[in-house]
Structures are given as structure tokens and as C-alpha cells.
């Protein structure tokens, strides 16, 4: 004769077995998860990266475009063998433009009855400057520690603008500093001279 079985270990076999299936489904999940997290930490890795090299072109970018807009002038004031140099009396300003007589301080440099300037707050009517003249016409450039500050005004500006970028798109909060520190003394240090 079987004996018979009691009823609440019936009740705790019936609710053992859908238990385990439910563990098993359970487990189941938890690893599909586990792949879920996965492949999300390597999107956001990937949108990380892409944010990165984003910010960091177009902060290059800016410092290139800040560079080329000085060196047109820049190059004239820096690179001054060869070139002609001498002082320009500034007569008359308009649209956009000073000029003068031109008056020879290196060797082999004529003098001219007028050269251009471009107007800007490093060039006033009325005032001498010493100036370089750019090959192959009557334009000059203002020369000395106060042409070169100014001729790179632009790249001055530059770093500001790039100190941005790089402080709020990569997050380089003391490079941006750094940079916008470097812009403010160079552009403080070109209005002070001019």
C-alpha cells in the first residue's frame, strides 16, 4: 500500500516545478539583458568618440583659419630680409584705406610720393609709421612689435573662439583656459601697443 501523499507537500511540489521554469526564463532574461548593456555601452562609446573627433576638427579647424587670416599680413612684418622698409606719413583716410608719402629706411628701398595702408585702430590720419611694403605694388603694412601684435589679431580671436569648443564640446575645461588666457593676452597686448 502507497501511502498517500500529504497535502502540503503536494502544494510545495506543484509550486516547485513552475518556479524552476520561471528561474530558468528568469536567467533566461538576464543574459539578453546583459548583451542589451552591452551593445549600449559600445553606442554610447562610439556617439563618445564621434563627439570627440567632431570638436576636436572643428577646433583645429578654427586655429588654421585663425593662423592663415594673420600670416597674409604677419609674414611681411616677421619676414623683413629683402623687403623695403621705411616710414609713411599718413595724410588722408577713406574707404577703408590710409595713405602717404613714402620715405626709404633699408638699402635699395626708393622712396614714393604714396603708399596704401589698410585703415584700421593701428593706423591714424595725421600720424608716422614705420611700415613694410608688400612685393609688387605701393601696399604696406605696419612693422615694428606693434605690426607684428596686430597682424595677429585674427589668430588672437581664434583662440578665443577655439577655447570654447574645447571646453564645453570635449570637455577640456583647464586646455580652454588656457587657450582663452593665451587669446585675451595676445589681443590685450596688440590694442595696448597700437
Do not use: N
Not at 130 to 155: E, H, I, M, N, Q
Amino acid at each position: 500500500m502507497i501511502p498517500a501523499m500529504s497535502g502540503s507537500a503536494v502544494s510545495s511540489h506543484r509550486r516547485g516545478g513552475p518556479s524552476g521554469k520561471h528561474s530558468a526564463k528568469g536567467s533566461g532574461r538576464g543574459a539578453g539583458g546583459g548583451r542589451g548593456a552591452a551593445g549600449g555601452s559600445v553606442s554610447v562609446a562610439v556617439l563618445r568618440f564621434g563627439r570627440f573627433a567632431v570638436m576636436g576638427a572643428l577646433a583645429v579647424l578654427i586655429l588654421v583659419a585663425g593662423v592663415w587670416g594673420s600670416w597674409g599680413s604677419a609674414q611681411h612684418v616677421m619676414l623683413t630680409k629683402g623687403r623695403e622698409r621705411g616710414t609713411v606719413e599718413v595724410t588722408g583716410c577713406a574707404g577703408g584705406r590710409c595713405a602717404g608719402p613714402y620715405t626709404p629706411l633699408s638699402a635699395g628701398s626708393t622712396a614714393r610720393a604714396r603708399v596704401v595702408l589698410d585703415q584700421s585702430v593701428a593706423v591714424r590720419e595725421g600720424r608716422t609709421y614705420t611700415v613694410v611694403l608688400k612685393p609688387g605694388g605701393d601696399r604696406a603694412v605696419r612693422s615694428g612689435p606693434a605690426g607684428v601684435l596686430y597682424a595677429w589679431v585674427p589668430f588672437g580671436g581664434a583662440l578665443l573662439l577655439a577655447s570654447v569648443v574645447v571646453a564645453g564640446g570635449l570637455g577640456r575645461v583647464r586646455a580652454g583656459w588656457v587657450l582663452a588666457g593665451s587669446g585675451v593676452a595676445l589681443l590685450t597686448a596688440a590694442f595696448v601697443t597700437v
